[in-house]
């Protein structure tokens, strides 16, 4: 399983993307097209939102789970994308259970932003969290009623009568018949990917075949554990992955949790480590801090081992693969946040994440400091090749969390991918270095 230990962006896809080669099966288990990821495969950049990064290995199965949200118009997009790149999509299957996200749902998210003013969460306004709400109000749109025009009017029907109030502003673009068949028609052209996803899955799994568990966001964005209310809708961590894709804690091996190695966050909330200086822009710009998705700035600071220590915890991590090593390279002296104070309590102190968020909130990053190296790390391509002070870095990564580092990435390739000593320690990493050598 591959989770996202920060605030998302930690570069997820192109692990997956690494990974996905020796997989069978790769199923993604929440959020929606508010997430985004970028890789580059064979000199080629892919971008995908829905679609898991399994898709450009023939072979391989690629499902949307269970507890994904699904715009379909974004997922035939993304479809027809990839079919004009030459790229077969056949083996794409969409849970049957999976929710549909509805023009009202857009429409509710843009409208509650706009409400909360100055206090906004900084949502991709895509209607992932309206969509979840009706999920969990039993309101929801399914991808299956999308093939059954009565049941789909119905459910609609449904689903617009206590949001009359809310959609006020809307009602001139809310035709209930135009929904109902332009719904219909992404039925019919997804029908052929519809699928029951957990019966896919665990009839991989009972044949000892080989299922990649695929992650969106981070685990500090949680809805249950990230930094309440700046989160997602839905739970990214691994505990996440049972109810979104459908299966037990047995079934799942290992977890890894990728990391830049610094921090960024996209939208509002709390980031200790936050850089408002030039050394925060020079990251920026260096590391192409973008959002995938919105194209939005992401707000960006040195390495928080606290929150990732936290974010261990949550998900049970067995590996930790840390990206973006090489933006990094230039700094004289490189800081590492490892404990918290406050500016309002001289007395504050902790090295333990706060569960309160008008602690975490005042919270400030006191950091240790670290040798930088000025060597460019984009060439490297062993663990040995790496710098003194680079490997030092990791080693202390690795040390404060309590989780072993088994890769580093140096640049958007995925030939730029190091492998550590702990690496031996994951039969995941062994068996895609096997496959690597072979």
């Given amino acids: 399983m591959i989770v996202g230990a920060q605030w998302g962006d930690e570069g997820k896809g192109k692990v997956i993307d690494l990974l996905a080669e020796r ?3 790769v199923i993604r288990f929440q959020g929606g097209n508010n997430a985004g990821h970028t890789i580059v495969h064979e000199g080629e950049t892919w971008k995908f939102h829905l679609i898991p990064s399994g898709i450009l290995y023939p072979g391989c199965t ?8 699904v715009d379909p118009a974004v997922l035939c997009s993304e479809i027809d994308g990839l079919r ?16 549909v996200i509805m023009p009202y749902h857009l429409m509710l998210d843009t409208e509650g932003e706009q409400r909360l003013g100055k206090n906004l969460i900084g949502t991709t306004k895509r209607g992932i969290g309206p969509c979840y709400a009706d999920k969990a109000a039993r309101l929801g749109i399914r991808m299956q009623d999308l093939l059954d025009e009565r049941i789909l009017k119905k459910k609609i029907t449904a689903a617009l009568e206590p949001k009359k109030l809310s959609l006020r502003p809307f009602e001139k673009d809310i035709d209930l018949q135009a929904i109902t068949e332009d719904y219909l028609t992404y039925g019919h052209r997804l029908e052929q990917h519809i699928a029951d996803g957990q019966a896919i899955v665990w009839s991989a799994l009972d044949e000892g075949r080989h299922v990649l568990f695929e992650g969106a966001q981070g ?8 930094t309440y209310p700046f989160v997602t809708s839905s739970n990214p961590i691994a505990g996440g992955a049972t109810t979104g894709a459908g299966v037990g804690p047995r079934d799942i091996d290992e977890v890894w949790g990728v990391t830049k190695a610094y921090a960024t966050r996209v939208g509002s909330g709390p980031f200790p480590s936050e850089l408002h200086d030039d050394t925060g822009e020079q990251i920026r710009q260096k590391g192409g801090e973008f959002g995938t998705t919105t194209g939005r700035p992401r707000r960006t600071g040195w390495l928080d081992v606290v929150a990732l220590r936290y974010a261990a915890r ?3 991590l067995s590996a930790l693969a840390v990206t973006k090593l090489d933006v990094l390279s230039g700094f004289e002296e490189i800081n590492v946040c490892t404990a918290y104070t406050s500016a309002k309590d001289e007395d504050f102190r902790t090295e333990v994440f706060p569960y309160h968020q008008s602690v975490l909130h ?7 400091t ?17 710098p003194q002070a680079a490997q030092d870095y990791l080693a202390f990564v690795e040390d404060a969390v309590g989780v ?5 990435g140096v640049g958007p390739s995925r030939e730029q991918i190091i492998w550590s000593p702990r690496s031996s320690d994951s039969a995941m990493a062994e068996a895609v270095m096997a496959g690597a050598a072979a």
């Fill in 370 to 386: 670290l040798p930088g190296w000025q060597e460019d790390l984009t060439g490297v391509r062993s663990w040995a090749e790496l």
């Fill in 362 to 368: 005042r919270s400030v990053g006191d950091y240790t």
């Fill in 404 to 408: 072993p580092v088994v890769m580093a």
């Fill in 62 to 69: 690629c499902i949307i789970g269970n507890g994904v949200v």
């Fill in 23 to 25: 997989a069978d099966v």
């Fill in 314 to 316: 949550l998900n049970s």
């Fill in 219 to 226: 685990a500090l964005l949680d809805i249950d554990h990230g």
């Fill in 84 to 99: 004009a790149r030459g790229v077969d999509v056949s083996s794409l299957k969409v849970s049957a259970n999976a929710h």
